[in-house]
């Protein structure tokens, strides 16, 4: 059977006191609605449709760079969850298989819970997915009768005996689309809020004689986002299962509250992470890598054996051959490093290649910007760029070649020469002790006037 992703993300989130949509506010890097939608993605879904309200274009905007084959469609008045769903509709015009409704705000539901409402599918009409609340008080209680789903009471209309109840909605649901929508057009909206609620479906699809289930997931998964504190919460929840994950592959983190992960990181087995580290999107760091502390990587790739830091900043674009050396104070952008090369001290290598073996000095600078244009430095192998080498791009410099000590290149520099580009020293005798004393003359004379 085929799936459907609908997801909800018309909200404002008031709470959140921001220009920013609340889908769009950020959990590791990447935003809630990505999150949703990764793992929505497990399902391998044939269509995928977001429900956009406030600021729908911004929305809109965000959904073609995570998935573009994804429609977005909008919510213009926000009347409930039901309503949402409804406008998905049209998007959804001659799919037959299951439509999985998922909330743009909620970011950690697991591929396998999904997974599972799914295959909860082949055994009842409708599945709605519930959790086990440590503190269930606000939530709306799911009423089973053995594996049945009776209904969905919330707090302020349940009994006694309802509130004792832990079992609780978390709001997915799973169901046949054409059933779904056929449930949809009954949904009324006399109630205080004057909302159509996705709720409903439950009562409407028992009294049509569907059957109806609930599926349970950890508490963790639901946790919604709607406010400033949430979203907090949500990345301290996402950094902690993400720390955890690495220790379990074998990745030493010598202080793992220090170590801040993004949504994609990937690290191998037998690499250490020293302490406050942070790991921008689109990293790979491979098996027996070290990163020191204070390092801050993003967009780039680490290959086995490499040493990176202390306080070093690797961009997008960077790549670190095995057992290349990138120390203190160096940052790396859009260029490759070959193995067993060295950038140890304040160092800037950007749009460039530096070849197997060579050594980069300190205060090395590739000059690569025009002010307009971006421009290439090559450096070959085993050669040995001499301390505060200015390398003015587009500039090549040869196998085992070497630069002077301060040289500025301007030219390129054969295999095997050695270039020395600097202005002649002239040592004027007794003109340091002259000058500053007409300095401390003129700064007398100031203090008096």
């Known amino acids: 059977m085929s799936t459907a992703l609908v997801i909800l993300a018309a909200g404002k989130g008031t709470r959140m006191n921001s220009d920013l949509p609340k889908v769009l506010h950020q959990i590791a890097h990447a935003p809630m609605l990505e999150h949703a939608m990764r793992a929505g993605g497990a399902l391998d879904p044939e269509r995928t449709v977001v429900v956009a309200g406030h600021e729908a274009e911004m929305v809109r905007a965000a959904t073609a760079e995570i998935a573009p084959e994804a429609t977005v469609v909008l919510q213009e008045e926000q009347l409930g969850t039901g309503h949402a769903v409804l406008q998905a509709r049209a998007a959804l015009e001659g799919f037959r298989g299951d439509v999985v409704v998922l909330y743009g705000d909620t970011p950690f539901v697991s591929a396998e819970t999904l997974q599972r409402m799914i295959e909860a599918r082949s055994r009842a009409d409708l599945v709605i997915l519930g959790f086990e609340a440590a503190d269930p008080a606000r939530y709306g209680r799911l009423i089973m009768q053995g594996e049945s789903l009776e209904k969905i009471v919330e707090f302020k209309d349940a009994s006694d005996a309802e509130r004792a109840i832990t079992f609780c ?6 169901c046949n689309a054409e059933v779904m929508f056929g449930l949809l057009d009954q949904v009324g909206n006399d109630n205080a809020s004057g909302e159509y609620y996705l709720t409903d479906l439950v009562e409407l699809a028992r009294a049509e004689g569907l059957s109806v289930t609930a599926v349970s997931c950890p508490e963790a998964e639901t946790l919604g986002i709607n406010s400033r504190a949430d979203l907090a919460a949500a990345e301290a929840v996402f950094q902690a299962h993400a720390r955890a994950e690495l220790l379990d592959i074998g990745v030493t983190l010598t202080a793992p509250e220090t170590v801040h992960l993004a949504f994609d990181t990937i690290i191998g087995r037998d690499t250490v992470i020293e302490p406050n580290v942070v790991f921008g999107p689109g990293v790979t760091v491979e098996s027996g890598a070290l990163i020191r502390a204070f390092s801050h990587l993003e ?50 290598i950007g749009d460039a290649s530096v070849g197997e073996a060579t050594n980069i000095g300190a205060g090395t600078i590739t ?30 410099v040869g196998d085992e070649a070497m630069t002077a000590t301060g040289a500025v290149i301007t030219k390129d520099v054969a295999d095997g020469d050695l270039a020395i580009a600097r202005v002649q020293q002239t040592n004027k005798p007794g003109r340091a002790r002259k000058l500053m004393d007409m300095l401390r003359a003129k700064k007398a004379a100031k203090a008096k006037g």
């Open 169 to 174: 909605n978390s709001g997915l649901m799973a």
């Open 299 to 348: 967009g780039c790739h680490v290959s086995r054996g490499a040493k990176v830091g202390p306080y070093a900043r690797l961009r997008p674009g960077a790549e670190l051959a095995e057992d290349t050396h990138v120390g203190n104070f160096v940052e790396i952008k859009n260029a490759e490093i070959a193995a067993g090369a060295k950038v140890n001290h304040l160092t800037y």
């Open 367 to 396: 000059c690569n910007y025009d002010g307009v244009m971006k421009h290439r430095t090559e450096i070959g192998a085993r050669a040995f760029i001499g301390s505060n080498t200015c390398l003015v791009a587009p500039v090549t």
